[in-house]
């Protein structure tokens, strides 16, 4: 037997839903670049569980479909007002609350594909409702209901800040989410195929996938990117901070990835929205930061950005709250994990692979009374 730790390189199934070829990421063929210059997010979703691009009435049909799809049962809401609002992190409540609203669907278990269509439609509709919907209820404020006439990125918005969002937001939340939708098998939606390929259910897959994503290993680390950018707060003090870091082997957060080695496509285009939402706000010192941190970790560890390193200030620049930047990714990814499920469920195999077993050789056992 051999190992790979990590699995690092080991192919473990084939897909049509993204790629990572000579570091560049399709979805269904299509160039990240394209799709985050042009689409919006619902485009991207109806691409991801349909292998193609919708035309006009087929995508304002998966609009509507989406917006009407968006409230969420009051269980859910009251189960997130009983959690100990001022310790609870956003991933656990809604990891939590995914599971709960499995409860809540009377479908859960039903596995026939038309059936599993349609829950990942309510999950896709329902999960950024839950996330603003916590995000006031910790905050001593109401649930805002969600807007059938705005679109996906704009309802997130609104439902964080009960106000229409203006144009410029907008624009950056549909970008954001349209580049963190899908992403080959990284370990989250590695997890939402694990767990179903043991037939288990739609809410089971996305409710595991949360947790996985939750690591700051994987999309934690955008949360983290935060901290470290607070903690270092003026610009003089980046490098300092950051060679100090490396002087004591500790991991920068944003920077790295198992499978790119001359950069993630995605990080230019976080980059770009940096640079500009921090100009817009005045606050453009979180972007030079982050452009030191980069060019320091490029040249003395050759290690390039991900996804989550430009991805905290855009998110700061929007005055979203920090704990939340994790959410807004699973808001996003969770098209990706539900575009797996359904993948999985189509030509399922259990997923068990081997362990090496390195522990003690066979061992004599030893009764109770005469062990030390
Ligand atoms: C959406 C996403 O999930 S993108 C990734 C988000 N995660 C992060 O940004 C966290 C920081 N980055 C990392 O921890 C890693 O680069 C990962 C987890 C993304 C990829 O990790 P792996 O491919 O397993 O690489 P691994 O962790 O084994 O590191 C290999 C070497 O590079 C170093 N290294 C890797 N990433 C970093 C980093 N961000 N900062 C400093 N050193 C690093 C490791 O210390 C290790 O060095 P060594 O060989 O001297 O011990
Ligand atoms: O693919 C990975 O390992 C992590 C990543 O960038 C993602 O999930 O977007």
């Not at 035309?55 to 799809?69: G, P, V, W, Y």
């Not at 068990?352 to 062990?371: H, I, L, N």
């Amino acid at each position: 037997m051999t190992t790979t730790k990590g699995l690092e390189g080991v192919v473990a199934t084939q897909s049509s839903i993204s790629s990572i070829i000579d570091d560049q990421l399709t979805y269904v063929g299509y160039r990240i670049d394209d799709l985050a210059e042009n689409s919006s997010f619902e485009e991207v979703v109806y691409l991801l569980w349909n292998q193609k691009l919708p035309n006009k009435s087929e995508l304002d049909a998966f609009k509507t479909e989406l917006a009407s799809n968006m409230e969420v049962p009051d269980a859910v809401i009251d189960h997130l007002r009983s959690y100990d609002l001022s310790t609870v992190h956003p991933m656990a409540a809604l990891r939590s609350a995914v599971s709960i609203l499995g409860l809540y669907d009377e479908d859960a278990d039903v596995m026939e594909e038309a059936a599993n269509k349609q829950k990942a439609l309510r999950i896709q509709a329902k999960i950024s409702t839950i996330v603003t919907a916590f995000a006031r209820i910790r905050k001593g404020k109401d649930p805002v209901k969600p807007k059938k006439d705005l679109g996906y990125a704009a309802n997130f918005l609104y439902m964080l800040n009960e106000e229409e969002p203006k144009d410029v937001e907008v624009e950056a939340i549909n970008k954001a989410l349209v580049l963190h939708a899908d992403h080959e098998l990284n370990a989250s939606t590695f997890t939402a195929r694990v767990c179903v390929a043991t037939l288990s259910d739609i809410y089971s897959g996305v409710t595991a996938a949360i947790g996985a994503l939750k690591g700051p290993l994987h999309g934690g680390a955008n949360e983290r990117v935060m901290k470290m950018l607070t903690e270092i707060d003026v610009e003089e003090n980046a490098i300092p901070y950051i060679k100090e870091k490396v002087a004591n082997k500790e991991k920068i957060m944003g920077m790295g990835h198992r499978v790119y080695e001359n950069g993630d496509p995605r990080a230019k285009h976080l980059k770009r929205m940096s640079k500009e939402l921090t100009k817009l706000t005045g606050q453009a010192k979180w972007y030079n930061m982050s452009v030191k941190i980069e060019d320091y970790i490029k040249e003395e560890k050759g290690l390039p950005a991900n996804v989550d390193f430009y991805s905290a200030s855009v998110y700061h620049s929007l005055g979203i709250d920090h704990d939340l930047f994790t959410p807004i990714f699973a808001v996003s990814r969770v098209s990706g994990w539900l575009a797996h499920i359904l993948e999985q469920y189509d030509n399922n195999r259990l997923i068990r692979p081997r362990a090496e077993y390195v522990g003690p050789k066979t061992q004599s056992y030893v009764a109770m009374d005469k062990r030390a």
